[in-house]
């Protein structure tokens, strides 16, 4: 007579009985009802976008230089302070220059009494030569004159101008709006002109260069859509477009380049990243289905069409994601209703209950 199992042996045979039960109860059912959700399938337009990780630069970085020499009397900002177009960043001492003004503004007046008197010596010139008391080269001497100090009266408003201009030099302003970058100056400096007294960096045009694999190349050209977003910034997406491709490869990455100009939406920050979704094409009426509604079976992938009480396994071709939602290139013709949760546990024919 055999004799009986050892306690831990039978012990054992149980356990792996257990684990077949939960085996075969996890597999697809059959011959029992399954409760699932369903969804009418539904036609949306879908983006085809390509992503990319890029840098905000600034577009310009111009350089504040002097352009008339004196000592410097103000500075009025410092590195990292915001200016805006027009704003005065410093003061040169102007003295010599407001009084060169003053000395080309005297000198106008004088020309200008010497041109009228001129001029009305020149008309009476031309009464006596017209009635015959003068001689021809008397009424030419005088309209020489007249000419000269018509030139010497030009020359000296050109110089009343060159001297405002110069007085207006004395202020270093800033060309754009842009952030201080780096001052190189300070009270008591003297400026010979030409000197750099400022780095600024514009902050209000901005370019934004994007790097793609050399691969999607083809598919990028100037004028298509782009989404942008910074996380140095909390605003809502940045709708722009490519404004242009670089012709080179980078040989470190293999890599393109993507510009993008546009204008600061707000706070956006020269040196921060930016994330873009470069919009490839839009299609219209795309056949799309809920992701955990397509299953992977050994034929492929597979989705489970709503047939009264039963189902019918249907194969179908994936596309493009978009969200939770997939595109189905073929499968499918629009107008069925598949099942959402649930699929997994289904075969081709199988019952269900539908939840409402």
């Not at 200008?112 to 001497?141: C, G, P, T, V, Y």
């Not at 009480?309 to 493009?320: H, P």
């Not at 499918?332 to 099942?339: A, D, F, Y």
Request: glycine letters at 6%.
């Amino acid at each position: 007579m055999p004799s009986a199992l050892p306690l831990p042996a039978i012990s054992k045979l149980l356990l792996a009985a257990s684990v077949l039960l939960l085996t075969i109860t996890d597999a697809p059912a059959q011959g029992r009802v399954i409760r699932v959700t369903t969804t009418q399938v539904d036609r949306m337009n879908v983006e085809q976008i390509e992503t990319a990780v890029g840098i905000i630069q600034s577009r310009r970085s111009p350089q504040i230089a002097a352009q008339v020499a004196g000592e410097v009397v103000t500075v009025l900002v410092d590195e990292g302070q915001g200016v805006e177009a027009g704003e005065v960043l410093a003061r040169i001492d102007n003295e010599q220059y407001r009084l060169a003004k003053k000395a080309s503004q005297a000198e106008v007046r004088r020309l200008e009494a010497l041109h009228a008197k001129k001029n009305r010596e020149f008309e009476r010139s031309q009464q006596l030569f017209a009635n015959k008391l003068i001689a021809q080269d008397q009424l030419e001497n005088v309209a020489g004159d007249l000419a000269a100090l018509t030139e010497q009266l030009a020359g000296a408003n050109t110089q009343v101008a060159d001297s405002q201009r110069r007085l207006t030099e004395t202020e270093l302003v800033a060309p754009v709006r842009a952030e201080i970058g780096v001052r190189h100056i300070d009270v008591g400096d003297y400026l010979q002109t030409g000197m750099i007294a400022f780095d600024l960096i514009d902050v209000e045009n901005l370019r934004v260069r994007l790097p793609f694999p050399e691969y999607r190349a083809p598919l990028l050209r100037p004028g298509l859509s782009v989404r942008l977003s910074s996380p140095a910034s909390t605003s809502t997406p940045v709708a722009a477009k490519i404004t242009d491709i670089r012709p080179g490869i980078n040989p470190a990455n293999r890599s393109v380049a993507v510009i993008i100009d546009l204008i600061n939406p707000g706070n956006w920050r020269p040196g921060a990243s930016v994330r873009a979704e470069v919009i490839i094409e839009t299609r219209e009426e795309v056949i799309m289905v809920p992701q955990i509604s397509i299953v992977r079976r050994p034929a492929g992938n597979v989705v489970y069409v709503l047939n009264g009480k039963n189902v019918s396994e249907q194969q179908v071709e994936r596309g493009q994601r978009s969200g939770r939602f997939v595109e189905i290139r073929s499968g499918l013709h629009g107008s069925e209703t598949v099942i959402v949760d649930g699929a997994g546990f289904l075969t081709d024919g199988s019952e269900v209950s539908v939840i409402e």
